[in-house]
């Protein structure tokens, strides 16, 4: 039988910190969302895998490799087993440079990662696994086409986009209450442009929020090849509750209605 453990840690910054993503003129200004680090610790026939999703635009290799052989040694998993992803918010922290509140930040935010994945493999538990794909119109191509046939940022309706809308959902083998959920997804989290001074996981985490409210269990959000992809709707926060509902919408249409 499979088995996994679960768990979630705040690695919320403090007010001040930089933003990376959009240039800014100022640093993060206000906090109205905490941001999070969710860990799922899998293991078959004795044999373990681990996934981490971080609410950032992305962090440094060196970084990242940091936190797979910190949570390899803690865990005794081998480093090819343990997989870091990022949700590409555009109105997250910075964790880059030699600024004392950067280099703070970003120590805490390792250890409360990696200090996550020891109790998510502390708390393994027998469970079953189902999987769904649906589709859904939450991005759209941004590399529009000029007259003289080169491509700018802007609006292509008729560009490439994955509209594939993809669900591992894990339940207890025993109570059959869901465990946790991977969302597979395309569309840049990027709906909170520069003029927003506050703190967000952007769509990514509002989704997870309402779908944990529903599911009781945590969620994760993954990229797909979001490159060229916009998100839907942009701008404000009222674009931002317009996507998350709508890709929540679409990740419970795939869960039956008894469990």
């Not at 840690?9 to 001040?16: A, C, F, N, R, Y």
Request: charged fraction near 20%.
């Amino acid at each position: 039988m499979s088995k996994i453990g679960v768990c979630k840690v705040d690695i919320t910054p403090p007010v001040g910190i930089d933003f990376v993503g959009y240039h800014r003129e100022t640093g993060i200004n206000n906090i109205e969302e905490h941001i999070y680090g969710t860990i799922f610790v899998f293991e078959k026939d004795e044999v373990k895998t681990v996934f981490i999703s971080i609410d950032n635009i992305g962090m440094l290799v060196e970084d990242t490799n940091m936190i797979r052989e910190r949570v390899a040694s803690r865990l005794h998993v081998p480093f090819e087993r343990i997989t870091v992803v990022y949700t590409h918010t555009h109105s997250g922290p910075e964790t880059v440079g030699e600024q004392p509140l950067v280099k703070s930040y970003k120590t805490i935010l390792v250890n409360n990662v990696v200090q996550g994945a020891v109790t998510a493999n502390n708390n393994l538990k027998l469970c079953e696994v189902g999987w769904g794909v649906t589709t859904g119109d939450i991005g759209v191509n941004r590399r529009e086409r000029t007259s003289d046939g080169r491509a700018k940022m802007g609006t292509n309706i008729e560009g490439v986009v994955d509209k594939r809308i993809g669900m591992l959902a894990i339940r207890n083998a025993e109570t059959k209450e869901l465990s946790g959920i991977v969302v597979f997804c395309t569309a840049h989290p990027n709906v909170l442009k520069g003029d927003s001074d506050v703190l967000s996981a952007d769509y990514p985490g509002m989704t997870r929020e309402i779908l944990e409210k529903i599911v009781n269990c945590p969620v994760i959000i993954v990229q797909g090849a979001a490159g060229n992809v916009n998100a839907k709707y942009r701008g404000s926060r009222e674009a931002l509750t317009q996507m998350a509902y709508m890709l929540s919408g679409h990740v419970l249409t795939m869960l039956p209605a008894r469990l």
